[in-house]
């Protein structure tokens, strides 16, 4: 069974870092580029970027592009979003999810829960 | 980018009623490449759709869509308790993917 887990709510002070994880099981993780998407509150989705497990090519939305990281560990199967230095603005929901075969873009068919970010002073 | 313009914004209708959403491209989507996702309160997305009109398996037959060029339509023939949602389109034929802004199917 396909799984993509990510790890759990986060509450942050602006400026702070924060690094999210979705880890996966279920298929052969360096198969298939993995997603972020954000969710802010009151508002549709929109896709960050996605990252190639096996060899780490990464690609941005030009939007994202210089806010935030998108990496990813295949030893553990694991895919990371990080920023080094929050602001209220990326307060929202963060998915993970699997995207459907090598060429770029496509769809996700496999989503993670979703992880939580507030950021407060 | 790709704008998507779904419509309506919500729609409030009864179990057992068909439903129709649209979603309106500002330029062509090559290739039929076109997804919709539902997403209830507290979950994640779940893709419906793909290819403007492949389900998945696993996704019920009430489902289905449609259109090609610009415009695009999602239908729930017969709307089911946990069809009240909210359902996005999703467009990959350009490099840099976008969703519209959802819309709102709501008990009437």
């Known amino acids: 069974e396909v799984q993509l887990v990510q790890s759990g709510a986060d509450v942050k002070k602006p400026g702070e870092s924060l690094k999210i994880s979705c880890k996966v099981s279920g298929y052969n993780f360096s198969d298939y580029w993995i997603a972020w998407v954000r969710h802010m509150p009151g508002k549709g989705l929109e896709w960050m970027g996605i990252?190639?497990?096996?060899?780490?090519?990464?690609i941005y939305n030009p939007s994202f592009r210089g806010q935030v990281s998108i990496s990813a560990d295949k030893s553990i199967s694991t895919a990371y979003l990080q920023w080094s230095g929050l602001k209220a603005s990326d307060i929202g929901m963060y998915y993970c999810?699997?995207?459907?075969?090598?060429?770029?873009?496509?769809?996700?068919?496999?989503w993670g829960q979703g992880t939580l970010v507030t950021v407060s002073s | 980018d790709i704008v998507l313009t779904q419509s309506p914004g919500t729609l409030s209708l009864s179990p057992g009623e068909r439903a129709t959403l649209s979603c309106r491209a500002s330029?062509?989507?090559?290739?039929?490449?076109l997804a919709w996702y539902q997403q209830r309160p507290g979950q994640a997305p779940r893709l419906l759709i793909y290819?403007?009109?492949r389900r998945p398996t696993g996704i019920p037959d009430r489902f289905s869509g449609s259109g090609s060029g610009t415009d695009f339509t999602l239908t729930i023939s017969r709307l089911e308790p946990e069809d009240f949602a909210v359902y996005y389109c999703q467009q990959y034929s350009s490099s840099r993917l976008t969703f519209g802004g959802g819309t709102k199917v709501e008990i009437k």
């Open positions: 990252v190639y497990p096996a060899d780490s090519n990464t």
């Open positions: 330029q062509t989507i090559s290739y039929s490449y």
């Open positions: 290819g403007v009109s």
């Open positions: 999810a699997r995207h459907v075969g090598l060429a770029t873009p496509s769809y996700f068919d496999y």
